[in-house]
């Protein structure tokens, strides 16, 4: 525990306050391919216990380049080598595990209507294993969908009314396939994980349109079948870009994260906590986020043991991430410089120690870069991470929530200067109130503040019955809470 020279209401206290691990990053390198990278995997696929990266590519005019798989091997120096190519086609997605049951990792990609398996054998990487899924494949993932310990594939499929599932057999085999019906979708991602607290993997859908449900979990069940789908949506024409699967509250469930709008004050991440009853609390909770969020990620960036959200955002050199408090919330966001890319594909960035030092290091498929890689060099501890490595911090309260005659929206500033607050630091603070679809309907407070705690009253007569979204901006630091208006 450290000490911190807070001033609030004027008076100057010492507050202890928890220590977090220093979150850092090497500045990013960027491995070039040639073509259009589009998805990025990392696991070990040459059985010598270090992680490799595997990064597709799709078209871009360079016959060399274009539908290949670029293996990526980890050297005993924890460098990456220079990669080795192996055929694919269109690939639009990826995932890395053991598809035949022999210990070893294996590749499974999503390319133009099929499901490729590059097997991994004591002598290499197999060629590819085709099975034929249906209408472009976008989107892949492995997990034990049956119950029989044995690995399978969900595959979704763009603008297609079903997702399918390959079911594992002895030796590797996928003949044997499943297709649940879904509604049309597109931009579309597909994730495994426990979301009903059954023990069992389920199948969460997102659909990248604004047109259906935000996404749909498709439960297994106790005979190894899946379950009709159980739909989850944000209201309005809110349209998803990249989800995630894994537990972010530190109690042991997995919950579901997915990115969503566009540019400030619509760019968000959205939570769907697992509660007790295995059931996701809807409607989700909502943290703002830096502007065009779209893949998702969830791993321990910090190793605090707890698990901690990445995104990437398209067109902004930017990647944001959010990690869990000691009260398992996520604190708001911090930005990492990335180089430019105007957007990323669903599968586009992955999470994994890929210099063997024991700390998550992020992978980026960057159609104008290559390989983006960002090394992980955290170490020790600091003061709590405040607002973009800034300098201030702001607290977002209302209460009651929901309401029916009005709610008080509180707020708290608290600049730094050292180790002691100064009397005359200001900040620019700007209090906002948006609907649903992002459109700000209220403006409470926009100039500067003084460090110290304030309230606004806001009647519930101004508003229609329905959700708003109360956004905070204070200097480089944003935090959103929803509220609801009833009668």
Known sequence: MKCKYILMFGMLQILTLPAYSALNFASYTAHS????????????????????????????????????VFVFIQDSAGNLKSPVKYD???ITSMDIGDLNADGLQDIVIGYDDSVGI???????????VSYYSGTKVNGVKIGDLNNDTLLDIAVCHWNEDSIRIFIQRPSGIFDSSVAYHTANAGYDEIDIGDVTGDGLEDVVFMRG??????????????????????????????????????????????DVVAS?????????????LQDSAGVLKNPAISY???????PVEIADLDNDSLNDVIVANGGWNTLSIYLQNDSNNLRSYINVVIPYASHYKPEGLAIGDINDDNKPDIAIADYNNGLVILKNTTTGVEEPLISDFGMRIAELKAYPNPFVG????????????GNKSTTNNYTNIRLTIHDISGRTVKTLVDGEKEAGSYTVNLDAKELKTGIYFVRLDAGSYSETKKITVIR
């Open 209 to 254: 349109s604004s047109t259906n449900d935000n996404f749909e979990v498709f439960a297994q069940d106790s005979t190894g079948s899946l379950k009709s789908p159980v739909s989850y949506d944000l209201g309005g024409d809110e349209n998803t870009h990249g989800i995630a699967v894994k537990d972010i509250n530190n109690d042991g469930k997995k």
């Open 33 to 68: 391919v040639g073509s259009s990278p589009e998805v990025v995997a990392i696991g070990d696929i040459n059985n010598d216990g270090l992680n490799d990266v595997v990064l597709g590519t799709s078209f871009y005019f360079d016959s060399l380049n274009d539908y290949k």
């Open 118 to 128: 590059f097997f991994q054998n004591s002598s290499g990487i197999c060629p590819m």
């Open 288 to 294: 703002a986020c830096h502007d065009c969020p779209e």
């Open 406 to 417: 009005n709610t008080v929206i509180s707020y708290s500033v608290i600049s730094y200067s």
């Open 88 to 90: 694919g086609g269109d």
């Open 260 to 272: 969503y709008g566009g540019n400030s004050p619509t760019s968000n991440i959205a939570v769907w």
